[in-house]
């Protein structure tokens, strides 16, 4: 377990140094940017969860995924 978190954290890191690329960009299990989002994309589990329903099964690549995340934040609150 201890291997698979390393890693994990060893795959946030190089992705939060990347800089952004055009659509060859690396994707990522949509779990490991889960486990990572606070560090990625500033967010919240609940707000990223929230923001990527029904996506639950895809590879995304960050740029990708800090979009879904921006438009679901700017989504106006019904009431």
Request: hydrophobic content about 30%; proline content about 3%; charged content about 35%.
């Amino acid at each position: 377990m201890a291997k698979t978190r390393n890693t994990e954290e060893n795959v946030a890191d190089r992705a939060a140094e990347e800089p952004a690329k055009t659509s060859d960009e690396r994707k990522f299990p949509y779990e490991v940017l889960k486990e990572n989002c606070m560090r990625l994309f500033h967010v919240t589990s609940s707000t990223f969860i929230g923001a990527t329903i029904g996506k639950e099964n895809g590879s995304y690549s960050i740029s990708e995924m800090q979009r879904l995340i921006d438009e679901w934040l700017k989504k106006e609150v019904k009431k």
